[in-house]
Every structure is written in C-alpha cells, then in structure tokens.
C-alpha cells in the first residue's frame, strides 16, 4: 500500500443532494484536504474511468475537467451514490449490458483502489444482511433477540401460539415502501399479536423476521468511526412514540451519556473486525438488569442528527479517518461523550 501523501487526498462518492456530507466536506477542507464528490449517476455523461498498463501504469477518474490519480487517494467515502445513468435512446437490453459492463468495470477499480475506505461497498453489502450480522453478534458473546426468519405462515402461526412473551415484526432492509405517486413509506418495528393469525398467508410472499420483544431499561445508539466511539443512550421507555422504534420519532428523548462497559466495546470490536468495516452504526437496548442486547449494525447509518443535537463532533472524526489514510487498524478506543 501507497504511503499516504503529505496532502490528503478524498474522494467522495455519493449522490447530489447529502446533506449529511456538507459538514465532512467544510472538516476536510480545514484540514487543507484536496476533494472530488461525485455521484455515479455522473457516469458515463459527465465521469470517465481509465485504467491502463500500455504505457506504465495508469488508474484515474476525471470529471469536469478534474483528473484524480486513483493510487494517490488517501481515503474514499462510500456514502450513498445513485444509479448509473444511461442514454435513454437506448434500448432496455443495451442499458442493461452497459449497466452490467460499468459495475463490472468501475466496481473492479475501485477494489483495486488501495487506500482507506468507509466503508468498501462489496464489504458493505455483506455486513449489512441482519441474520449474518446476528450469527456473528452471536459468536462474539453478545446477547441477541431470539429470531424466527421465515416465509411459511405456519411457522409463524405456531410462534405467536406458543410463545407467552410479546413478537415483533422487523424489516431486514430500511423497512421503506415506494409506492407510485406517493411519498416513500416506513415501516417500523412493530408488535405483533393474534391479529397476525388473520393475515398470516401473506409470510408466503417473502422472507419475514420475527423477533422476541426484550425488556427495555434504555437503549444505545453507538457510531463508530474507526477506533472512535460515539454511544448515545436514547430513553426509549419514557415516550410511548418511542418504546418499541425510537426511529418514528423527530424529537428523541436521549439520556445521560453513559460510556459503554470495556466487555462490550472489546465485543464490537472483534465484530466489526470480522465484518470488516470502520464505520458502523450499532444499536443496543439495555435491559433493566444492564445487559446490552445487540440489534443490528447498520455500516451506512445516518450521523447527522446526533451531531447537530448533541454537538458531537462527528464530522470531524470522519474527516480525520479519511485524511489519515494508510491500512486501518483496531487499537484502543477512545469513548466521546456528550
């Protein structure tokens, strides 16, 4: 791997209206960071690749009249790019072949883009499928919700029959319906009763998770910025908007920031580590005897509003991950609190 240079270098890859991306971007200049933020709907009108070894060795990506030497970047962000955007006087069948020849081509460059990523989307694709990150929650010692992962009614049916504590349906992905014409619609955790007896015919049409209901004292949201930690304890019980999905609601009541105890930080650690990411958003609840019960780690998980609510500098920690460059590695962690 490249040393990184005496000027940072950043590229950032996400879609044109991110808010949460405009205070990284002011950090990063303040650190006298060079920046290009590109979206991949860019290509192929406005963004070009090029890699070549006809005549030494050559990776870069120009747009607007802008070159960057790939193998000079000291770090990418992943954020949240769009759709390649494809000429539509062509067919269906040939924007599907050139949609399938760029993510071949370009997703190949930038594997092959040796710096410091948050978070490489090929690892970001796996560490985000929920019954994976559970298995592997699991296997580090964490506590997690008894799951019940499946598309036959009947074994639904028998669950909620049986079982003599309270069920929960989850979303495995954001849990957000686009129906047409409308305003996108969430889906929130949501307890479910024999009223799911009536309905249950439609566990057929996907996979659905099922989960035990744990006891709440409080629970955490934890951001992770390599070996920065930033856990916010969110008092999910004392609003009733919030007791089952504090993500319903626009003005959260959060707690007393508490740091988490050294076993559970040493747990995530070696979790992360095996998922492979260095930017995580981890969510707890705290069961009235204190034990941390883990939920699901989401490696894109929005930051912003923590920071404009409780002043955490977490732009800041992005901007400085990024800038630093080199092969991450787990150290000590260093707690921020609020």
């Known amino acids: 791997m490249p040393d990184s240079p005496s000027t940072p270098r950043v590229l950032i890859l996400t879609q044109e209206f991110d808010p949460t991306v405009d205070p990284v971007v002011h950090s990063l200049k303040a650190r006298g960071a060079e920046l290009v933020r590109v979206d991949l709907s860019y290509f192929p009108t406005t963004l070009t690749f090029t890699t070549s070894d006809f005549d030494g060795e050559r990776r870069e990506l120009l747009h607007r009249g802008r ?32 949609r399938n020849e760029a993510l071949h081509g370009i997703g190949g460059i930038m594997r092959a883009t040796d710096c410091l990523w948050i978070n490489r989307p090929d690892v970001d694709a796996v560490a985000e499928l929920k019954p ?79 989960q035990e209901y744990v006891d709440k004292a409080y629970e955490v949201r934890l951001t992770v910025v390599g070996n920065t930690y930033f856990p916010v304890v969110i008092d999910s019980q004392s609003m009733p908007t919030t007791a089952v999905d504090w993500r319903g609601e626009n003005h959260l009541p959060y707690g007393p920031y508490r740091p988490l105890p050294d076993d559970v930080v040493e747990r995530t650690q070696r979790l992360l580590a095996e998922l492979g990411i260095v930017y995580a ?19 894109g998980g929005q930051f912003m509003w923590m920071q404009h609510d409780l002043q955490l500098p ?25």
């Open 67 to 98: 070159r960057v030497d790939l193998d000079s970047l000291s770090g990418v962000w992943y954020r949240r790019p769009t759709a390649f955007a494809f000429d539509p006087a062509m067919s269906e069948a040939e924007q599907q072949f050139a």
């Open 132 to 210: 994976y990150q559970l298995q592997v929650a699991k296997r580090h010692g964490f506590r997690t919700p008894r799951t019940l992962l499946t598309n036959d009614p009947q074994e639904v049916a028998a669950l909620v029959k049986a079982t003599d504590r309270p069920v929960v349906y989850k979303a495995l992905t954001g849990g957000v319906i686009h129906y047409p014409g409308a305003f996108p619609s969430g889906l929130f955790t949501t307890v479910v009763g024999d009223e799911v007896l009536e309905h249950a015919d439609r566990v057929r049409h996907t996979m659905c998770m099922f």
């Open 314 to 338: 977490l732009s800041e920690a992005v901007a400085d991950l990024l800038c630093a460059g080199g092969e991450f590695r787990r150290g000590p962690v260093t707690q921020v609190g609020y």
């Open 281 to 299: 958003a981890i969510d707890f609840i705290v069961t009235p005897d204190g034990e941390h019960v883990f939920l699901e780690v989401n490696p």
